[in-house]
């Protein structure tokens, strides 16, 4: 199989906004009186913002007005550190990585779940990288659906048995999995499934490698 498309998730794949998902999250669960960790935020990767929420509060009922407002309160908080972000912020390797698939003539997307995800590529200043940006806006069903990973093939015209996705978190392997992508898993936890794990993320993966196994 001639593989023609990679399509990457955002948060712990391009970029790390987990710290600041973290610290928003953590400011309004005090605002609201909930406990929560950074092992809780753990819970929180890949997975929307409404899901987010749901497991931050560990069962607590929420009228959905109210829970509406805390997402948003949640957002506004993650926005203002958005503004801290520059094209140094993305993680070790991944503008390498970028540029030799593009000199391959590999098509690149994007998949993330994430509202924001526009926000972010622009302040890393790698917008011109991307045919397909799919977001927390594109489909209905979030990760572990592999919906989004299939609407972003679907834009840059490749079937998903000929495009790898690039995944840090649980969710986002099983949706590529299910969705009948090569998946590689980055990092160490939850990844397990993809095809090829790679701990250090792609700091020290080649294009040659991933078309090499992927392309089997
Ligand atoms: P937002 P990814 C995910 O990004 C984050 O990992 C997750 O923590 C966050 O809740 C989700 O985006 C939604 O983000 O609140 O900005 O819409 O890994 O799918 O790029
Ligand atoms: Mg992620």
């Given at each position: 199989?001639?593989?023609?498309?990679?399509?990457?998730?955002?948060?712990?794949?391009?970029?790390?906004?987990?710290?600041?998902?973290?610290?928003?999250?953590?400011?309004?669960?005090?605002?609201?009186?909930?406990?929560?960790?950074?092992?809780?935020?753990?819970?929180?990767?890949?997975?929307?913002?409404?899901?987010?929420?749901?497991?931050?509060?560990?069962?607590?009922?929420?009228d959905e007005a109210t829970?509406e407002v805390w997402m948003?309160?949640?957002?506004?908080?993650?926005?203002?550190?958005?503004?801290?972000?520059?094209?140094?912020?993305?993680?070790?390797?991944?503008?390498?990585?970028?540029?030799?698939?593009?000199?391959?003539?590999?098509?690149?997307?994007?998949?993330?779940?994430?509202?924001?995800?526009?926000?972010?590529?622009?302040?890393?200043?790698?917008?011109?990288?991307?045919?397909?940006?799919?977001?927390?806006?594109?489909?209905?069903?979030?990760?572990?659906?592999?919906?989004?990973?299939?609407?972003?093939?679907?834009?840059?015209?490749?079937?998903?048995?000929?495009?790898?996705?690039?995944?840090?978190?649980?969710?986002?392997?099983?949706?590529?999995?299910?969705?009948?992508?090569?998946?590689?898993?980055?990092?160490?936890?939850?990844?397990?499934?993809?095809?090829?794990?790679?701990?250090?993320?792609?700091?020290?993966?080649?294009?040659?490698?991933?078309?090499?196994?992927?392309?089997?």
């Amino acid at each position: 199989m001639t593989i023609k498309a990679f399509i990457f998730d955002l948060d712990g794949v391009i970029t790390d906004t987990a710290e600041f998902h973290f610290l928003a999250w953590k400011q309004l669960a005090d605002e609201i009186g909930v406990s929560f960790t950074r092992e809780d935020n753990d819970q929180l990767r890949g997975v929307s913002r409404r899901e987010s929420l749901k497991r931050l509060l560990k069962g607590r009922p929420v009228d959905e007005a109210t829970a509406e407002v805390w997402m948003q309160r949640k957002n506004d908080i993650y926005r203002e550190f958005l503004h801290q972000i520059t094209p140094a912020d993305s993680l070790p390797g991944v503008v390498h990585f970028l540029d030799e698939a593009r000199k391959r003539g590999i098509l690149i997307g994007l998949g993330s779940a994430s509202k924001n995800a526009r926000d972010v590529i622009e302040r890393l200043k790698l917008m011109d990288y991307f045919e397909a940006l799919g977001d927390g806006y594109s489909v209905v069903n979030p990760k572990p659906a592999p919906d989004l990973f299939i609407w972003v093939a679907g834009r840059l015209g490749v079937p998903p048995n000929e495009a790898v996705v690039f995944e840090d978190a649980e969710a986002g392997v099983d949706a590529a999995l299910k969705g009948g992508f090569w998946t590689v898993g980055l990092g160490r936890a939850g990844v397990n499934a993809a095809h090829l794990v790679k701990e250090d993320g792609l700091k020290t993966l080649t294009v040659d490698a991933v078309l090499e196994v992927a392309s089997g």
